[in-house]
């Protein structure tokens, strides 16, 4: 059984510090997935990692992929209140002729000043 | 970019009754297409597999006599509750992916749609 787990599952932070959180995933794949969740909507893209090595940056977020490892983090730089939101990330499952998501159960970020 | 919509974004209903929720892609075509369940503060758990032309496929633990997935066309997928009930409430969110012949395939996820259950 595929299992995708993030920690922290909540983080509360000062404005201006930097923080990371990590997702740890149990089968291989070569692709993760980072999403971002406002209450009450739905998911937004925020990363997709193709490769082992995989570093990909916008604006305060990285998200950097390790597959021997089986680990990814997102790395928060300088946190403003915007940030506030819930964090998932997530590996592909074959289903059928295409790939769904297997989800982390989010880490519920809040930035505080 | 490609957009998938959802009708519709809530609703409520009464205890016993039926819900038809519509995910569409507006601008590609999905042979495939996702089913989400996430309850309050919870994760995104998969539900089923909707395939064009062919029977859904259902994640273990999910009733498929409850949860009727129809993929009516290319671009459309209709989920159907049934007998809904107040733990049934939740927020259902589609997903087509946009198939590119390659490992890059994108996924694209519908607004969701809260459903309330009296």
């Known amino acids: 059984e595929l299992k995708v787990e993030q920690n922290p599952l909540f983080l509360s932070m000062q404005e201006g510090k930097n923080y990371t959180i990590y997702c740890n995933y149990s089968t291989t794949s070569d692709r993760l997935y980072w999403y971002r969740q406002d209450p009450g909507k739905s998911l937004e893209s925020l990363f997709v990692?193709?490769?082992?090595?995989a570093v990909k940056q916008e604006g305060r977020l990285m998200a950097s992929l390790d597959t021997k490892a089986r680990l990814s983090t997102l790395h928060i730089t300088a946190a403003v209140h915007d940030l506030s939101a819930t964090y998932f990330c997530a590996v592909d499952i074959f289903r059928n002729s295409g790939y769904a998501l297997n989800f982390g159960k989010g880490t519920s970020l809040l930035v505080t000043p | 970019g490609a957009v998938v919509s959802q009708h519709p974004s809530w609703v409520i209903c009464k205890s016993g009754t039926s819900v038809k929720i519509e995910c569409r892609s507006l601008?590609?075509?999905?042979?495939?297409m996702f089913w989400y369940r996430q309850f309050p503060k919870q994760s995104l758990m998969l539900m089923a597999t909707s395939n064009e032309g062919s029977k859904a496929t259902y994640e273990q633990g999910v009733e498929k006599d409850k949860f009727l997935i129809n993929h009516a066309s290319l671009t459309l997928s209709t989920l159907t509750v049934t007998s809904a009930h107040p733990e049934d409430s939740s927020f259902y969110i589609c997903?087509?992916?946009?198939?590119?012949?390659?490992?890059?395939?994108?996924?694209?996820f519908g607004p969701g749609t809260r459903l309330t259950v009296l």
């Open positions: 997903s087509a992916p946009q198939l590119s012949g390659t490992s890059t395939d994108t996924q694209y």
């Open positions: 601008d590609f075509q999905a042979t495939t």
């Open positions: 990692l193709l490769s082992n090595g």
